[in-house]
């Protein structure tokens, strides 16, 4: 059974960054990709990008590729997202969740499977 | 860019009705069409994947169908459960949009 856990709760001001983790387990981490997903209050679902766990790759929505970052770190099989020039609009809870793009080319796991819990970012002067 | 339309945005129904969603692509996306539940507080959780295929553990009430452009969303018998909001979601060269939700409430 996969899990995963983020990070807490983030306060910042405009302008600044910030790093959002999510630690995997229950799964071999460099065999799955993980995505980013934001939900600002009230709103709707955005899908942010995603890495691979196995390379590094990497594929960012086109709206946020100038300010985002996604890594990860095999050793602790923890991603991070760091999102930069934080506007008031970027106030959202930041999901992870596992994706398995090998799943398009006929093997593999649905993508979306297994979720975190979320992490609030709040961007405020 | 693929745009993502859904309807209706919301809807009211009794216990036991059918309910049912409709999503559009604004170009062929095969059958590559998630749709997820998600209930406040609470992150989404997969219901249907590849437009028809019911995820592991999830109730046979929850139907998909579907390929192309148009697809639907089906909850055969409302249960109380069921109260949340339903999003689509596609993926296409290796990007995925959520469509903007619907919210099912009861009447």
């Known amino acids: 059974q996969a899990h995963l856990v983020q990070s807490g709760a983030e306060v910042k001001q405009p302008g600044a960054s910030v790093k959002v983790s999510c630690q995997a387990s229950?799964?071999?981490?460099?065999?799955?990709?993980i995505s980013w997903v934001r939900q600002a209050p009230g709103q709707g679902l955005e899908w942010m990008g995603w890495?691979?766990?196995?390379?590094?790759?990497?594929n960012y929505a086109q709206n946020l590729q100038d300010r985002v970052t996604m890594t990860a770190d095999t050793s602790t099989s923890t991603a991070y997202m760091e999102l930069r020039s934080l506007r008031s609009d970027d106030t959202a809870v930041y999901y992870c969740?596992?994706?398995?793009?090998?799943?398009?080319?006929?093997?593999?796991?649905?993508?979306?499977?297994?979720w975190g819990q979320g992490t609030l970012v709040t961007v405020s002067s | 860019d693929l745009q993502m339309t859904q309807s209706p945005s919301s809807l009211s129904a009794y216990v036991g009705d059918r309910v049912t969603i409709t999503c559009q692509a604004s170009?062929?996306?095969?059958?590559?069409l998630n749709w997820f539940q998600q209930k406040p507080g609470k992150p989404p959780k997969l219901l249907i994947y590849?437009?028809?295929n019911l995820e592991t553990g999830v109730p046979s009430r929850f139907s998909g169908s579907g390929s192309g452009t148009d697809f639907s969303f089906t909850i055969s018998s409302l249960q109380p459960e069921d109260i949340a909001t339903y999003y689509c979601?596609?993926?296409?060269?290796?990007?995925?949009?959520f469509g903007p939700g619907t919210k099912v409430d009861f009447k």
């Open positions: 969740a596992r994706i398995d793009l090998s799943f398009y080319y006929g093997s593999g796991r649905p993508p979306f499977d297994y």
């Open positions: 229950g799964y071999i981490f460099t065999s799955y990709e």
């Open positions: 890495i691979s766990a196995h390379n590094g790759n990497t």
């Open positions: 170009h062929d996306i095969a059958t590559y």
């Open positions: 590849d437009a028809s």
């Open positions: 979601q596609q993926y296409d060269n290796l990007s995925f949009t």
